[in-house]
């Protein structure tokens, strides 16, 4: 409580008033002069005069005047700066996930993703495609390794079941799952080849082969 608080408590009990008594002949709440009474609001200079006139007796003590200052250094509330630095954080986070996305990373499986990669949005689409449409793989093994694509490198793809030319893509055939490069031989006869240590070259119908992405890039670990 405030010196000056103190004061108009003391006289406005003596003189009989209830604080909403006293609220009402200034024109303020009950609730003001509680919170003045108990030092958690301050008072100006003409509502200091009105309750003194009010009340019949000098509030503005110059004494009081002096006390109640430094009782209120004392009890400055050091308020942080960056009080709204919480909410510019999240709206930097929506801005920046407009601008990023996360690209999940599987095995062959495609079960569970393992991992994630943030990549660039734009114009909503992440390297052309559609984001709900790109994944990276985790490449399991060394089959490729011609195509310079090796076991724990990451490759970008794309979903899709179309056959591409040329392209090599995660297939599955004769119940498993691979890398391959792809190419047809007539519109019936695909050429499916890997090169691990030897070239390999198996060649199917079109209709026992599944493709499941296409890779566009390999980010190689070194």
Do not use: H
């Amino acid at each position: 409580m405030s010196r000056i608080g103190e004061k108009i408590a003391q006289v406005r009990t003596k003189k009989g008033l209830t604080q909403k008594a006293l609220g009402k002949k200034l024109g303020v709440s009950e609730s003001f002069i509680k919170d003045v009474e108990l030092g958690r609001k301050v008072i100006n200079e003409s509502i200091m005069e009105k309750v003194s006139k009010i009340l019949g007796e000098e509030i503005n003590d110059i004494s009081m005047n002096f006390e109640d200052v430094a009782e209120a250094e004392d009890r400055v509330e050091v308020k942080p700066k960056f009080k709204t630095l919480e909410k510019i954080d999240n709206q930097w986070s929506d801005a920046f996930s407009s601008v990023l996305r996360s690209v999940p990373v599987y095995g062959y499986d495609l079960n569970k993703a393992i991992d994630k990669k943030q990549l660039p949005v734009v114009s909503n689409r992440i390297n052309g495609y559609a984001p709900d449409k790109v994944i990276f793989l985790k490449v399991e093994n060394d089959d490729m390794l011609s195509f310079r694509i090796a076991k724990d490198d990451l490759a970008f793809a794309n979903l899709t079941g179309e056959i591409e030319n040329n392209s090599i893509c995660l297939v599955e055939y004769n119940g498993e799952r691979c890398l391959r490069q792809v190419k047809r031989l007539d519109s019936d006869k695909i050429l499916l080849i890997s090169n691990k240590n030897a070239l390999r070259a198996d060649t199917i119908s079109k209709r026992e082969l599944k493709v499941i992405a296409k890779l566009n890039y390999v980010e190689l670990q070194l």
